[in-house]
């Protein structure tokens, strides 16, 4: 073991070494003002305030997770590049290019490229892909860009089939999408990045509690229209189970008694769905057209933005998960309940842990 782990770091030392010789070293921080090629534009919507940087001749590398750094002249441009350590961003200064450089063979793009990078949340994670990465197109929207204006797109994964639909319905060509994946250091005519698009107190957990307003009508403005909301479809019915049959949590977030819990709930009306088994527009109609939603703390539950006022929904989750979804409900102007309590399991972090549901206390919070 001890000399795996040393020929690991005497392999990541090499490769850092070899790759800082290719392109140099990071070796300092810029500021927008220091630069005639860096323009910082300041938007405000509703309220909020945002800030666009557009980079002129200069590269983006990201590691995919923690740190995405736009780099000028071998300089880290402050503010448009983030760094973050235990879900909370940190100053430029703490960027890990100025260690290890930027190890990756570098690709250069003619034209204007938008990140849309946003941590590893945004890689694989529904409700960070529709909270986190699609509201910067609005966010660059209001400086009068649209996306035709843009040559390319840097998305943080193209791996996900929600993330294809998503593009596909918001007229994003295949040609202009780049995923992280493949384009983890680039160099183009200009990068452009936004500001978080609700990360306002540094501190992700808080801020996801209030999220603006102005995000959610965006994702209805942009997906229910393309939707028909007179249709009465009986495959989606007005009460649903949202169950994790899918989730990749599920070794550490689940309803021991899931099984129980969803065959009382089908005696009650309600159908079962596994929302990864339907596109996502056909997820937008089972949630615009359910008046009851029942289901256990998770990503799933970023489609509700698209219920009518008065749906009511019944979240299962543990102690620890927080009142994100309570508080996306309540600004929805949904009716939200919960069934919470400690997690069985002792070896859980934020938002996980395993829960049994107790179907007395169930059939009371029906009603």
Known sequence: MFKKKFFSRLYKFIIYKIFKLIYGEIYSIIKPDDNAEINEKKITIERNNYKIFFCSNSTLYTDRVHDTAIIKDNKIVEGASFQIRNNI???????????????????????????????????????????????????????????????????????????????????????????????????ANQIITTSHPYIFLNDPFKDSLNIPLWIFDFLRDKFLNKIDKNSLNKNFPSKIFINRKDGKTKKWRFIINELEVENYLKSAGFKSFTLSDYSFLDQVKLFYHAKTIVGLHGAGFANIIFCQPGTKILEFKSNSAGDAIKNLALNNKLIYNDISSDPKTTDYEYQAGDIEIDLKILQKSLG
């Open 89 to 187: 961003y940190q100053e430029s200064k703490n960027s890990s290019v100025f260690e290890k450089g930027t190890p990756r063979f570098r690709k250069k793009i003619k034209g204007t490229v938008l990140s849309l990078l946003t941590g590893g949340g945004g890689n694989s994670n529904y409700w960070h892909w529709l909270f986190d990465v699609l509201p910067r197109l609005e966010i660059l929207s209001q400086k009068g860009k649209k996306a035709g204006d843009v040559d390319y797109f840097l998305f943080p994964s193209l791996e996900q089939r929600f993330q294809l639909e998503t593009l596909d319905e918001l007229n994003i060509p295949q040609r202009k999408r780049l995923s992280s994946k493949y384009y983890r250091h680039i160099k």
